[in-house]
């Protein structure tokens, strides 16, 4: 248990020493699209407009936050993985060493979960400063960070899958970005038909902003999204170890 | 048991039938392999001859299709985690993290294979001084060269103290004097104790280093003795000759003076008359039909 820990903390080390030297790009460049986004929606287009009772822009902003947290951290795991798996191939080195695979799958997430819950505080206070009314409780803050990582697992899941950069590009394409726009981060679930948001529960994302939005607003917490959101992860992992196990012994 | 046991701990490596198949091709056919303890095994072929994946399957990367390999020992399917204890691997491609440098590169692999905090500054520092990276231990890797950059992959393989070297083609790319000091280096860590499994295209870095050599082919392994031993079953001299201009033959004979009464009998239509001692490149030829493929 204790060689396990210190494994997932050498795979974390090295990564946060990757990080030390991009950290302004890095924190910039996952910065961008959030608040992008909360200019656009939120204080432009939303300004003014009340939604189930309340402002869109309380309304918005958790669902915000969620996505910022899940491009962050899926991307967090999933570029430097992939980076190293197809581009520098050093990724073997992890494979060679004695270090497990329960800790490996581990280690590669951690950094994705830093640099999301990094990128969702950013996005938090800028949120908060425009909405002073969103409560950041302790359900909150639990919900982010679990959200972090089964993101970043995610991450770790599809950067073993895929073994070129094409299918990477075009999995980002074709379900990455619709996740971004339909998974309740923008708009409420219960504005769509029940078959497109029986769907839109298949996607963690969508449990994601279902918690994190009832958190700060003060609504019932939907437990089932919590667990729901709990199982992704549990899948995430065990499908990164079931790709890795084919792949090593 | 316990005589098997000393028998297989005599040997470093030891594959018995050991195939690979990957979709349709063969890459490892009954492979039977042994490479004993303290020595510098040449492991020679050409470009997908199955080096590669004998590599990757001794280090436990790849799993065999059926057949058994070891190494010191312990079974790399059944044993995996021992076998990656005691082995050090050098990758044909650079494998080190390019956004860090030399000593974190070190750093990194010392903690993946969980060497105390005193034990890794240590260790580290012993290292750089034994391969001379002390004034690039705090460059980063992508503004080394070539040579200096497969010097510090080495020594990442090494903090460990392996007791089995795999060394992929590590002189690929580089220059004859970068080359030569790697071959220094490797020497130096064998008579320090360390078993070393090299694969390698320079025909002349397998017969200045390797005391014994094998050629695979098409994953079969097709010759295997030391590098006079091979040498001596073609014949020790070669006489090549140039007929009509045309293509060069060579002729093995077991000493100098048979081959000169063979060039005394020769007609006027052979020209270019060399006479040689016969090397590794011989036999590879002999051995495979093709030519080393220089990379």
């Known amino acids: 248990m204790f060689d396990s820990l210190k494994d997932i903390y050498s795979i974390l080390w090295v990564d946060l020493r990757n990080l030390s030297r991009h950290w302004r790009s890095t924190l910039a460049t996952s910065l961008v699209q959030p608040l992008l986004y909360l200019v656009a929606f939120g204080y432009g287009l939303g300004r003014g407009i009340s939604f189930e009772g309340i402002s869109y822009l309380a309304f918005v902003i958790p669902g915000i936050v969620a996505l910022t947290a899940f491009s962050s951290s899926f991307n967090g795991s999933a570029q430097k993985l992939q980076v190293d798996r197809l581009f520098y191939k050093s990724f073997e080195e992890f494979l060679i060493s004695p270090v497990s695979l329960y800790s490996l799958v581990a280690g590669k997430a951690l950094i994705g979960i830093v640099r999301g819950v990094i990128s969702s505080i950013a996005v938090l206070i800028v949120g908060l400063l425009l909405s002073p009314t969103l409560i950041v409780s302790p359900i909150f803050v639990l919900t982010l960070l679990v959200s972090c990582f089964v993101f970043a697992l995610f991450g770790v899941l599809v950067a073993s899958v895929f073994n070129n950069h094409v299918h990477m590009s075009t999995f980002n394409t074709l379900v990455i970005l619709p996740m971004t726009f339909l998974c309740g981060t923008f708009f409420s679930l219960s504005q769509v038909p029940e078959s497109v948001k029986i769907a839109l529960y298949f996607l963690p994302l969508t449990h994601s902003s279902n918690c994190l939005r009832a958190a700060a607003l003060s609504q019932p917490f939907p437990w089932f999204s919590f667990v729901a959101l709990i199982s992704f992860g549990a899948i995430f992992y065990f499908g990164s170890l079931f790709v890795l196990k084919k792949t090593s012994l | ?295």
């Open chain 2, 1 to 295: 048991m316990t005589s098997r046991r000393r028998s297989l701990t005599e040997k470093s490596i030891v594959t018995e039938k050991l195939n690979k198949n990957y979709a349709n091709v063969q890459a490892l056919h009954d492979l039977d392999l042994e490479v004993q303890n303290g020595e510098i095994f040449g492991f020679l072929g050409p470009n997908g001859a199955g080096k590669t994946t004998t590599i990757r399957v001794l280090t436990t990367l790849t799993r065999p299709s059926s057949g058994s390999a070891s190494v010191g020992g312990f079974d790399v399917t059944k044993d995996a985690d021992k076998v990656k204890r005691m082995i050090g691997v050098v990758q044909q491609h650079l494998s080190l993290d390019r956004d860090l440098t030399v000593r974190e590169n070190m750093e990194f692999h010392a903690r993946l294979h969980r060497l105390s905090s005193s034990n890794r500054k240590q260790r580290i520092a012993e290292l750089l001084e034994y391969v001379g990276l002390e004034e690039y231990a705090d460059k980063m890797v992508d503004t080394l060269s070539g040579g200096m950059k497969k010097k510090a992959a080495i020594v990442c393989s090494l903090l460990h103290e392996p007791k089995v070297l795999f060394l992929d083609e590590p002189t690929v790319g580089l220059d004859a004097q970068a080359r030569r000091r790697l071959w220094d280096l490797m020497r130096r860590l064998n008579s320090d104790g360390t078993t070393i499994f090299l694969t390698t295209h320079y025909i002349e870095e397998a017969e200045a280093l390797c005391s014994r050599v094998g050629i695979i082919h098409h994953g079969s392994l097709i010759a295997l003795g030391t590098p006079v031993e091979l040498r001596g079953k073609l014949g020790s001299t070669v006489v090549e000759t140039l007929v009509d201009n045309k293509e060069t033959c060579y002729q093995f004979f077991p000493d100098r003076a048979s081959a000169n009464r063979y060039v005394q009998k020769l007609t006027s239509n052979i020209k270019t008359i060399v006479i040689r001692d016969s090397n590794l490149e011989d036999v590879f030829v002999e051995q495979t039909g093709e030519k080393v493929d220089h990379a």
